[in-house]
């Protein structure tokens, strides 16, 4: 069973960065796609980035152009760099291992993970 742990999360400087990393505590991403969701209270579940264990990284329009994703296979590790941090970018920040073994896609959906982190809390403040 994949069990994946979050950290890095806390309370940041509006316009600053955060570094987010989820390492595989138990099993193996495999070739899995991974990704990061955040999730404002009120509002859904929404996936900011991904990394398929062949294929290129995929970003939501809320992040692309400041966000940057990489997976460390070897060591079992997910990593998020988020830049420019709006306060939009509050949240439950969580990592996630697709259901499905597709090397070369990852999704943005939620739905079809199913391994998740427990989350970690983000927050934006001047």
């Known amino acids: 069973q994949l069990t994946l742990v979050e950290s890095g999360g806390g309370s940041v400087q509006l316009g600053g960065s955060l570094t987010l990393t989820c390492p595989a505590s138990?099993?193996?991403?495999?070739?899995?796609?991974v990704g990061w969701f955040r999730q404002a209270p009120g509002t859904e579940r929404e996936g900011i980035a991904c990394?398929?264990?062949?294929?290129?990284?995929m970003f939501s329009a809320s992040v692309e152009g400041r966000s940057a994703i990489s997976r460390d296979d070897a060591a079992e590790k997910l990593v998020l760099h988020l830049h420019n941090l709006k306060p939009e970018d509050s949240g439950v920040y969580y990592c996630?291992?697709?259901?499905?073994?597709?090397?070369?896609?990852?999704?943005?959906?939620?739905?079809?993970?199913?391994?998740w982190g427990q989350g970690t809390q983000v927050t934006v403040s001047s």
């Open positions: 996630a291992a697709d259901a499905d073994s597709r090397p070369y896609y990852c999704r943005l959906q939620p739905s079809p993970h199913d391994y």
């Open positions: 138990r099993g193996y991403f495999g070739s899995r796609g």
């Open positions: 990394k398929s264990y062949r294929g290129e990284p």
